[in-house]
Each structure stands twice: as structure tokens, then as C-alpha cells.
């Protein structure tokens, strides 16, 4: 079954440097999304991604956050002066449509630790 | 307006009983809630969902039932087990745009043997 992935599972990086988290999207899915989830709480909507721009963003997805989709298969999310309070998990999610009609499709995450 | 609550936080229940969880929602634009499902570690996965057409959905031991006047909707969990202990988020996405999901904040829930 197709899925979801996500590399690094685990990236730890000092206060300021800029950090690039990579997902590989189901192949045929036409809608990206990045999550996060700072331990033990929800999981927050950070922004979406459709054809070749940005759909949707949260309040979280400041200056410091891009997403760019390389290629035809990666999407990743690049944080260019990592903060401590960017400590969380990343999620990559990707749906076949949008509209309320996707069911969306989580990778495993990556953690990030800012020291 | 885009906040799901959820409760409660967290639910011990024995096998076999029905663990009920309970979410709320405000934005009358969401019309997609779906229940998910998260093991330590991993990502979410989704594990059923309703649209609000219908008052009840059923999928093997889950259950959804959803009241669009109250704007409150609930899972059931029907002879609950210990593989079933893990987090459960309820959602809310609107109907349009890119389905972006609002999650709630999440029951831990525990089946002891």
C-alpha cells in the first residue's frame, strides 16, 4: 500500500541554523499539507500546498517556514533560523483532492530538536 | 472559530468496555470529521470519519455519532481492546479550499486487560 515518508526521522540542530525536512508524497495525491505536534499536545496545521503554491497557511507558518515541491516527487519544509520552540514533531500529509472530499494520508514525522 | 475541543484528555476502560469520546466544534463551514488514531511514534492515521448529511456511521467497532444542531459529534468504540490503546484526535475541515484539517487536543486512551 502506497505511504507516506518522511526523512530525517530525527534531526537535532542548534538555535539559528536552518533546518530542511523532506516528505515523499503518495504518488498520485494532488494536495500537500505540513502538521506539527509539540510534545504531548495537538496536532496544528501549518500550511498547504497545491498546484506549485500555497493554498492555506496558519499562523504558525511565519516568514521563517517555506515549503517548496523540488521536483515531482519530494515536498519539504525549510525553517531558516530555528527557534527552541520549533521542538516538535513535523508531519507531511498528502490527499488525492481537496474540497473536503480527501482523506489525508499522514507519514511517520520527523522530530525535530532545537538545542 | 477553527478550534475542535475535545475530552476527555484521558480514558482507562477494561476490555471489552466502550470508551465514548467527545468533540465540539463552532465553524458551521466545517462539513469533514474525521477520527484518528496515533501510536507513539507514529503518524496519524485516519480511522473513520462522517459527513454531516448523516446522524451515525459505523465501521466495525467504531462508531461515529454526529449532532449537527448541538455541532458536537462523538466516537464509541465498541468491545474495546488493549491493541486499541492509543491516542484518538477528532477533526474538523471545511468544506472549502484544500481540506485543511483542525484537529482537537487528543484523548490517551488505555484498555487494561
Known amino acids: 500500500e502506497p505511504e507516506v515518508t518522511q526523512t530525517p526521522s530525527h534531526q537535532v540542530t542548534q538555535m539559528g541554523q536552518e533546518v530542511i525536512l523532506r516528505c515523499v508524497p503518495i504518488?498520485?495525491?494532488?494536495?500537500f499539507y505540513w502538521y506539527r505536534q509539540i510534545l504531548g499536545q495537538k496536532v496544528e496545521f501549518l500550511v498547504s500546498?497545491?498546484?506549485?503554491?500555497?493554498?492555506?497557511k496558519s499562523e504558525i507558518f511565519d516568514d521563517q517556514f517555506s515549503v517548496e515541491r523540488p521536483d515531482g516527487s519530494n515536498f519539504t519544509l525549510k525553517i531558516r533560523s530555528t527557534k527552541l520552540e520549533d521542538s516538535a514533531m513535523y508531519f507531511c500529509?498528502?490527499?488525492?483532492?481537496?474540497?473536503?472530499?480527501?482523506?489525508?494520508?499522514f507519514g511517520p514525522g520527523t522530530r525535530l530538536t532545537v538545542l | 472559530q477553527q478550534q475542535v475541543k475535545q475530552s476527555p484528555q484521558s480514558l482507562i476502560v477494561q476490555k471489552g468496555g466502550i470508551p465514548i469520546i467527545n468533540c465540539a466544534y463552532e465553524n458551521t463551514a466545517f462539513d469533514y470529521f474525521p477520527w484518528y488514531q496515533q501510536f507513539p511514534g507514529k503518524g496519524p492515521a485516519l480511522l473513520i470519519a462522517?459527513?454531516?448529511?448523516?446522524s451515525e456511521k459505523k465501521e466495525g467497532r467504531f462508531t461515529i455519532s454526529f449532532n449537527k444542531s448541538a455541532k458536537q459529534f462523538s466516537l464509541h468504540i465498541m468491545d474495546s481492546q488493549p491493541g486499541d490503546s492509543a491516542t484518538y484526535f477528532c477533526a474538523a475541515s471545511p468544506q472549502t479550499g484544500a481540506n485543511n484539517l483542525f484537529f482537537g487536543t487528543g484523548t490517551r486512551l488505555t484498555v487494561i486487560p
Open positions: 500529509a498528502s490527499t488525492p483532492e481537496g474540497g473536503g472530499r480527501g482523506t489525508q494520508y
Open positions: 500546498f497545491y498546484n506549485n503554491e500555497i493554498s492555506e
Open positions: 504518488s498520485n495525491h494532488l494536495y
Open positions: 462522517i459527513r454531516p448529511d448523516v
